[in-house]
């Protein structure tokens, strides 16, 4: 698993118990397309939002879950007119539902990688 293109092109996975992962699936393509849009990069979008270059890279590739304080940030620096605005009551809700800010795939990953690391 130290292939770095399994980061970008992971199988997909059945949608979460509770329902979120096409929220987030969704949301972070249309971070990634209008972020190339407006001629941005990763780092550039990352210095505009206030956060870092890692956090923008993790949410593209659907490891961290876009929190409201970011989508409004990002929607005006990204000229989305309110498209990501409208998500945030959608993201308020699923964020209730799960108990971590990682996606289900991941979190099975991180297991597994800590059962290797202590077995």
């Not at 007119?81 to 971590?100: N, Q, S």
Request: no cysteine; charged share 35%.
């Amino acid at each position: 698993m130290n292939d770095l293109s399994d980061r970008e092109e992971r199988p997909e996975r059945p949608a979460e118990v509770d329902g979120t992962a096409h929220l987030f699936h969704a949301l972070r393509k249309q971070i990634k397309v209008l972020r190339e849009a407006a001629g941005l990069s990763q780092k550039e979008l990352a210095v505009r939002v206030n956060v870092s270059e890692d956090l923008i890279g993790a949410i593209e590739r659907g490891v961290r879950i876009p929190q409201p304080d970011l989508l409004e940030r990002a929607d005006s620096v990204l000229g989305a007119r309110g498209l990501l605005l409208v998500a945030i009551p959608e993201v308020k809700e699923a964020l209730k539902k799960i108990r971590t800010r990682h996606p289900d795939w991941f979190r099975d990953y991180a297991t597994a990688e800590a059962a290797r690391d202590h077995g």
